[in-house]
């Protein structure tokens, strides 16, 4: 029997996430999600005129084409994909996950050649800069079992989460891409983290499920050398699907100079890939107010309520700072009471204390006024 669930998501991403218009052509990507979804973003698309393009891909299978190493492999696939994607005017990546660890095992040289010839030309420098894009995961059982919830109760969640009043979340966001625009130095407290850096001239991005399914941040970039202090993340990571837990990074003069976590090792590798993934291109403030305990997704975990995510590596265009990397690797904080508490000043005026916003013109993005 047909889920009408399936349909209300697709007309969202369609309709509101690619705002997708006559004659436009969008490619549909999945990895691992059931026909029936891919048929209702088909139809979808139709509906306004669109013409979509299909690509269906398995976890198992990319990890196959990715472990060999093998950079004539990754450098003729991604000059193939960005072809394709350089004929589209918009773009939904759909991923399911059999197993979130299915490239634990590959090795980190692969890993790069994968995310230099593959990840950033077709992504970073085409798709993200030049269509109207989207992405988002697909409910399995091993989603539910990171969410610590069974099958169908996740399900619920998942439908619930993806399909939020958006427009309420965009008109609320508002004054705090201001803010943030406004703003020169932002000062971070909390357990382990006494952080500052400036924002001052870099434009802030408010996301409302435009580019991410579910959504709710607001992200701009800190100036690239700005950087200093101490920062203990307090959720769980996954990044080229290892696992990692208690990520401290101590910063001078913008760069990663010291880090360490439950697998320093693995973490300094990644951040040696390149000199761009030891500087931050990213600083986003979370409140998705019906996501709130880390799940080691982070399409999920950077939108939970009270949090923010800071991100080694590569930076988007759209708030940039010039730091350019192949790494991009959103690391979460949560500020809730629960996690430890914690503040986030404005050219030392407080606009958040333990995951609730305090001053007038943000309290409309705290969980309550959300739901």
Known sequence: MHDPRLDTLADLLIKHSTRLEQGEKILIETFDIPEDMVIALIRAARKVGGVPLVSCKQNRIQRELIQAGQEEAMQTIGECETYRMERVQAYIGLRGSRNVAELSDVSATAMELYERHWVQPVHFQVRV???????????????????????????????????????????????????????????????GTDLRFSIKNIPAIPCSGEHNIPDGECFTAPVRDSVAGTIRFNTPTLYRGTPFEDISLRFENGRIVEATASDTDALNDI?????????????????????????????????????????????????????????????????????????????????RKDGLFVVPELLNLNPEHLK
């Not at 000199?275 to 305990?293: M, Y």
């Open 271 to 351: 951040l040696d890939a390149d000199d761009g993934a030891r500087f931050i291109g990213e600083f986003a403030i979370g409140f998705n107010p019906f996501i709130t305990t880390p799940m080691l997704d982070i399409l999920f975990d950077e939108k939970i309520a009270g949090s923010f995510h800071f991100t080694p590596g590569q930076a988007y265009e759209v708030a940039d700072n010039g730091n350019r990397s192949s790494v991009h690797w959103d690391m979460v904080m949560i500020q809730t009471p629960a996690y430890g508490g914690g503040e986030i000043y404005f050219d030392e005026k407080l606009v």
């Open 129 to 191: 800069p030049k269509t109207k894009w989207v992405v988002l995961r697909w409910p399995s059982a091993s989603m539910a079992q990171q969410a610590k919830m069974s099958t169908d109760a996740f399900e619920d969640f998942y439908f619930n989460v993806c399909t939020l009043n958006y427009s309420k979340m965009a008109e609320a966001q508002k004054p705090l891409a201001a803010l943030l625009e406004q703003t020169d130095k932002v000062h971070i407290t909390g357990p």
